[in-house]
């Protein structure tokens, strides 16, 4: 999925980044081993004071969050799985 995300994001010329896991976590990891195990990753928008009553961002990275998002799961339907 990792590489499926790369690839796309290259393809369309979408500017991507790799985050540097200092804390926090997703579920991402459990679901990951859950029975058989399920391919996950986590696609997420970088911002600041992500828990607090008001979130910076930047809309750019937004709007090509969601490019990304639209363009990965267009591919992924076209897949024969």
Do not use: C, W
Not at 2 to 20: C, N, R
């Amino acid at each position: 999925l990792v590489q499926l995300l790369i690839d796309t994001a290259q393809a369309e010329g979408i500017p991507y980044q790799f985050k540097q896991p200092l804390m926090g976590s997703t579920d991402s990891g459990t679901i990951h081993l859950a029975r058989e195990g399920v391919p996950t990753t986590v696609v997420s928008i970088p911002s600041r004071y992500i828990h607090s009553p008001v979130t910076l961002l930047s809309l750019d990275d937004l709007e090509n969050t969601v490019k990304l998002m639209r363009a990965a799961l267009i591919k992924l339907a076209d897949l024969e799985l």
